[in-house]
């Protein structure tokens, strides 16, 4: 066992083990989106252009 899971204490674990439960049980879109949440890039693209979207600032797909 590493010195790190020695160091948890009970409650610590359990939640651990929960979140790799829930990890575990993903589908992989949902896995998808959990990878873009945790990506500080692609979240302030994302958030880029939903800001130029409600200003109408995009570029019209027929532009491109």
């Known amino acids: 066992m590493s010195g790190a899971l020695k160091e ?3 409650a610590e674990l359990v939640n651990l ?3 790799a439960h829930l990890l575990k049980g993903l ?5 998808e989106t959990l990878e ?3 990506d ?5 693209t994302i958030a ?7 200003e109408r600032k995009g570029i019209p797909i ?3």
């Open 36 to 38: 873009i949440l945790l």
């Open 8 to 10: 948890m204490n009970r």
């Open 17 to 19: 083990e929960r979140l």
């Open 40 to 44: 500080e890039d692609a979240s302030s």
């Open 27 to 31: 589908s992989p879109a949902e896995l």
């Open 62 to 64: 027929g532009e491109w």
């Open 48 to 54: 880029q252009s939903l800001k130029e979207l409600k």
